[in-house]
Every structure is written in C-alpha cells, then in structure tokens.
Nanobody
C-alpha cells in the first residue's frame, strides 16, 4: 500500500524550531516532486515548500526560516522549520506528485499539527 506518514509536529513557542519528517512507503518516489503544505484555521491550503529535480520552492512567508530536504535512499522528506511564528500554526501535510503531474494527482499524508504559541 502506497502511503505517506508525517511526524514531528507539536507545540512550540515563538522563535522555536521543529523538524517534520515524511516517510513514504509502498514504492520509490525518487522521481516525484515532494512538497509540504499547510492549512491554518479558516485559511486555504498553502504550499509551503517543495523539492524536485529543478530545485526547491519556498513560500515567501517562510523563506529564510524553513528548509526542505529529501533522502531518496530512505524514501524520506524533511521540513526544518526555524524561528517559528504564531502564523505558522496549522496542519502540515506531505505530498508527492508524479513526474509531469501536480499534487492533486499525487499522494498525501494524513497531516501533523504544528502549534506555535505567542
């Protein structure tokens, strides 16, 4: 069964750090784009960061604070989040997109909650 499982979320104070992990199983995703999305309360789903063969993408709101990485040998993706702010609060989802397709045609994890207290 192909699936993604996120971990690493939690409660942190403003200025703190968290590292989210995404474990993929069921197949190899080395050629897939991998992305992190978040949904804050009352807000639309937002793509926070992504990584594929072309490089990396970061939303303006997280540039300089978040980094994304992947370990294809382990079928893992990571989101290092530093200098967290209350507006970073939300459910964070890992997703993969097949080559030539977008994330709506990919696979999504169940999400992990990140709460940043002020």
């Amino acid at each position: 069964q192909v699936q993604l499982v996120e971990s690493g979320g939690g409660l942190v104070q403003t200025g703190g750090s968290l590292r989210l992990s995404c474990a993929a199983s069921g197949r190899t995703f080395s050629t897939y784009a991998m992305g992190w999305f978040r949904q804050a309360p009352g807000m639309d789903l937002e793509r926070v960061a992504a990584i594929d063969y072309r490089g990396t993408y970061f939303a303006n709101s997280v540039k300089g604070r978040f980094t994304i990485s992947r370990d294809n040998a382990k079928n893992m993706a990571y989101l290092q989040m530093n200098n967290l702010k209350p507006e970073d609060t939300g459910v964070y989802y890992c997703a993969v997109a097949p080559p030539g397709s977008d994330y709506s045609q990919g696979i999504w994890g169940q999400g992990t909650q990140v709460t940043v207290s002020s």
